[in-house]
């Protein structure tokens, strides 16, 4: 079944989307990236040294399937964001951004009114922008109102490996959006990446979950398996639990 | 982003897609009545013939979600004719171009005697309607009636021909909470045959119509098929396609479906399709399970008998006494109906029958016209 993802002009054949942030070497983290087959990856702006084209992180992962998605970590407003893509435009050639914005240093989380502002200014300015947000419904219509191409609503604070912990708003999201579902940060086991894709999310972005695993590259396979099972099982239309109605009068015999 | 209706519609053929809702199976339905979370082709599942034994079932599960989301009431709204001058044929319709009846315009007399009776029934959600006739009743009088009648009513919807964004626009400024413009049938060749004469024969004008009032910024938006016209089955499809597409670009606007059957006139068109009532209650319990918060409406063109059992199993909306002539209040009771309706109670004996069934009837649900 050809089953492709598209955002914005790129398709896209695995729904797996990965960062780079937290593996012990760049060996090992291309070998993960490699064994994962994400063709989305993406690389925090603030950590990359766009002069040097010896970069190491960058050369480990730079494959002609591969696209590179930096993304505005570490920026607190939507100024600051929009300058940080423009340096990455120029730096790494591309116009899409992953939108991150988060002023608060200990849970990250991200800045809806600095995201929304940034969101559309960045549109204006040409680029594909993904932006990283809570699982908040009426923000991802906001965003896809000003031209967000997707959105990356959080299952769980980032880096918490907790799972889907937004599960009744990624709900609604994904039934309300006209825009791909990604869902981002908090997905800590394959389960919970498979579960992201049951419930029809369009792709699902893991880092920290494969990166400071006993044997990240296993653990890349075993998200990959696990996300497109997720998502065939999505397509196959899964039964579900029977709610069973409460016995009551019959309220149609007076159809007969 | 804001593709318009016509763009999706256009991919779907009629054929293929009452086939498609035919060949649903038992298991498809089971699976549907399942979830919690229901897509279209779910909703094909529980208007196909395969769920008529499942009926009771869906009218349980629709019973329980209107009531987890609506509680106990029942809105209450009533329409005004006002004029049933009308440049367009529509093969249905007693107003019809063609049909040699008296026809009138209400003048601002009129208006305000018909809206003191309403008054005096307690209605303070008022639904205006007139035929297409754009040199009398334009956008000019429409509005003009609006502001005429805008301090009595806590909001006013409009029953109109479609019009432009602009003029959407303008409207809404003067204080326009909804609109309701039904597609009549999603047949787009059967369509032409009821539309034959008139600006209304633009097919497409219509279909895109929501989409003009969903970036007008308008608060509600009913939709709806006259059934009857064509199979009920593939146009339920199609209101359905029609409500998921605007909920999700327009999602900031309500939405509400309608049901209304062809109902005898003068000059008398045989539906082609027969909906019965159980068809009929099939089609709304499976609005329903698409959709727990949109409201559905009922008007008078039921029977007492229908309705008073109706009001359990999913609708959210209810006029009475409605009269379907202008002037059909005070100024004129005699004068040509645009359809019979069918059931004749007063609204005090509505509100009791609705007490008497534990429902709270209610007059006004929101202000608008501050
Ligand atoms: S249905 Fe409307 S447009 Fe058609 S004839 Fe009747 S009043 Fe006129």
Redesign the pocket.
């Given at each position: 079944m050809n089953d492709l993802l598209t955002i914005a002009d790129k398709t896209f054949q695995s729904r797996l989307f990965t960062g780079t942030g937290k593996f012990s070497s760049n060996q090992l983290m291309s070998d993960a990236l490699m064994a994962c087959e994400s063709e989305l990856i993406t690389v925090a702006l603030k950590r990359v040294d766009v002069n040097n084209e010896q970069d190491q992180m960058l050369k480990s992962i730079m494959r002609p399937h591969i696209n590179l998605l930096p993304n505005t970590s570490g920026v607190r407003n939507a100024k600051e964001a929009v300058f940080a893509a423009q340096l990455a435009r120029e730096a790494l050639e591309t116009n899409w951004v992953k939108l991150e914005i988060h002023p608060d240093p200990k849970y990250l989380l991200p800045d809806p009114i600095e995201t929304l502002k940034a969101a559309e200014e960045l549109v204006k300015l040409g680029f594909v922008v993904m932006p990283y947000i809570h699982a908040d419904p009426v923000l991802c219509k906001r965003l896809e109102d000003v031209g967000a191409q997707c959105v990356m609503p959080l299952g769980a604070p980032i880096g918490t490996n907790k799972g889907l912990k937004t599960l009744d708003f990624l709900e609604i999201i994904i039934e309300q959006s006209n825009v791909p579902v990604i869902v981002d940060a908090g997905i800590g086991s394959p389960s919970h990446a498979a579960f992201a894709m049951e419930l029809g999310a369009d792709a699902v972005l893991v880092n920290t979950a494969i990166a400071v695993s006993q044997k990240p590259i296993e653990m890349a396979k075993a998200f990959k398996m696990a996300v497109e099972a997720g998502r065939i099982a999505y397509n196959a239309k899964l039964a579900t639990v029977k709610h069973h109605a409460e016995a009551s009068s019959p309220l149609t015999s007076f159809l007969n | 982003m804001n593709t318009s209706f016509q763009t999706i519609f256009d991919t779907y053929n009629w054929e293929m897609t009452l086939n498609s809702i035919n060949a649903k199976t038992a298991q498809d339905v089971e699976f549907a009545l399942a979830k919690t979370k229901r897509d279209l082709e779910d909703f094909k599942a529980l208007i196909s013939p395969a769920a008529r034994p499942y009926l009771e079932q869906m009218a349980q599960q629709s019973r329980l979600i209107t009531k987890k989301r609506f509680g106990n009431t029942i809105q209450m709204y009533v329409p005004m004719y006002l004029s049933?001058e009308?440049?367009?044929?529509?093969t249905?319709?007693?107003?019809?171009?063609t049909?040699k009846i008296p026809r009138r315009t209400l003048t601002d007399a009129d208006i305000l005697k018909e809206v003191a009776f309403l008054k005096s029934k307690g209605y303070d959600h008022i639904l205006l309607?007139?035929?297409?006739?754009n040199k009398t009743v334009g956008v000019p009088y429409i509005k003009h009636a609006m502001e005429l009648i805008k301090h009595q009513f806590s909001n006013i919807t409009i029953e109109v021909?479609p019009l432009h964004q602009q003029e959407y626009e303008e409207l809404i400024e003067a204080n326009l909470y909804a609109v309701l413009v039904y597609q009549?049938t999603y047949n787009r060749a059967e369509y032409k045959k009821h539309?034959p004469k008139?600006k209304?024969s633009n097919f497409d004008f219509r279909l895109e119509t929501p989409d003009r009032l969903g970036r007008s910024g308008i608060h509600k938006i009913g939709l709806g098929a006259l059934f009857g016209l064509e199979d009920w089955r593939a146009d339920s499809f199609f209101t359905a396609l029609h409500l998921k597409h605007l909920q999700k670009t327009y999602w900031k606007t309500k939405y509400s479906i309608s049901f209304p059957r062809l109902r005898p006139h003068s000059g008398g068109l045989e539906p082609k399709v027969e909906m019965t009532d159980s068809d009929l209650v099939q089609t709304i319990c499976a609005f329903r399970l698409l959709d727990d918060d949109v409201e559905l409406s009922m008007s008078t063109r039921e029977s007492e008998t229908f309705r008073n059992h109706i009001v359990h199993l999913g609708i959210t909306s209810l006029s009475a006494e409605s009269k379907t002539n202008p002037g059909g209040y005070v100024v004129e009771p005699q004068s040509l109906e645009?359809f019979e309706i069918s059931d004749e109670r007063s609204t005090e004996a509505i509100a009791k029958m609705l007490q008497e069934n534990g429902l709270e009837p209610v007059w006004k649900d929101w202000e608008n016209t501050w």
């Open positions: - | 049933n009308c440049q367009n044929i529509c249905y319709c007693g107003f019809s171009m049909n309607v007139t035929g297409e006739a021909q009549e539309h008139g209304k645009q």
